[in-house]
């Protein structure tokens, strides 16, 4: 099997990545990346030189920088992708590029070389809030800022391009991953960081916000699972390990052995808005398939803040 890639050099991609060659002999990758920042290089360490893995530098959103992409693979999986909510809101116009236009390029050179499946990395955000209950994979779409607004639309391009061009597509909808080599801008790592130095760590607004969390593993486990077995549709992929913000900090600083005095809590009104208060995705139909997540919270962020302990440049790059 021949996989395309988009997005390897980040965050959740890299971990895919890694998975395949270490578990799949038989398959090969293709890897679409944006540049050759060395900080996110290091993501893919050792494997940089691994003769299933080929790198492929070039931009979704320039068509030119895309021919022949897709020429003799089986699969794409599309985990590029802008992903900060702030950003979004502070510059909408290269989310809707990355997240809208770049996903109608690579479904088109799909479409076009006859690719057997398309998967679209997805996020819980492009249901927006839901203070009770959790939601299943038929439930509305209802996107509160930009950058899922932008992620909403490109899943409704996979399934439009499934109806028109009867392209076989999967969509799956995560909530917060957290693992090694995580952007040091996001909320675990800055956790860590931040505790480290004794200084402050910020939570937005009373700290009440509500978020599911998955270990990266978990998550990449999941969509392997979906295209080996041929499970088209949406699908949810969390770990149903539901914190509070302030509780996610209390935990990083009883791991760390840090007082808990070290929390601040900073005022959320025109620093985050569209800060959705709560998500929460229901995952018995990903259950129903035979998948089921390997980490426990508890042992997954002890694990990973002992790698950001012993990797404390990557908290720093």
């Not at 979704?60 to 900060?84: P, Q, R, W, Y």
């Not at 985050?272 to 018995?284: K, S």
């Amino acid at each position: 099997m021949k996989i395309l890639c988009t997005g390897v050099l980040g965050f959740i991609g890299s971990q895919f990545v890694k998975m395949l060659l270490d578990e799949y002999p038989d398959i090969e990758v293709r890897g679409f990346v944006r540049n050759s920042d060395q900080r996110k290089l290091k993501r893919l360490g050792g494997y940089l030189n691994n003769p299933r893995l080929r790198l492929i530098f070039g931009d979704l959103t320039v068509v030119n920088s895309m021919s022949g992409l897709c020429e003799h693979i089986d699969v794409v999986v599309n985990f590029a992708a802008k992903t900060f909510v702030d950003h979004s809101i502070k510059d909408p116009i290269a989310f809707i590029q990355s997240n809208i236009v770049g996903t109608y390029n690579l479904l088109e050179e799909a479409r076009k070389n006859n690719v057997s499946l398309y998967v679209q990395i997805s996020t819980d955000e492009v249901y927006g809030a839901i203070l009770e209950d959790s939601y299943k994979e038929n439930s509305p779409l209802n996107p509160t800022n930009p950058y899922s607004a932008s992620k909403a639309a490109g899943d409704l391009l996979v399934m439009s391009y499934g109806s028109t061009y009867q392209l076989p597509w999967i969509i799956t909808r995560t909530e917060n991953n957290y693992g090694k080599f995580q952007h040091p801008q996001k909320a675990i790592p800055v956790f860590i960081k931040n505790a480290l130095k004794d200084i402050p760590i910020p939570v937005y607004g009373d700290g009440k916000h509500r978020r599911m969390w998955i270990r990266v593993e978990d998550h990449c486990s999941a969509i392997i699972h979906l295209i080996l077995n041929d499970k088209r549709g949406i699908y949810h992929v969390a770990g149903e390990q539901e914190l509070e913000n302030i509780e996610l900090a209390h935990r990083i600083l009883d791991v760390m052995g840090k007082s808990h005095n070290l929390i601040e809590l900073v005022p959320d009104f025109n620093i985050r808005p569209g800060h959705d208060r709560r998500y929460a995705l229901n995952v018995e139909k990903l259950k129903a398939t035979g998948w089921k997540p390997k980490w426990s919270l508890d042992e997954g962020l002890e694990e990973v803040i002992q790698w950001y302990i012993d990797n404390p440049e990557w908290l720093n790059s």
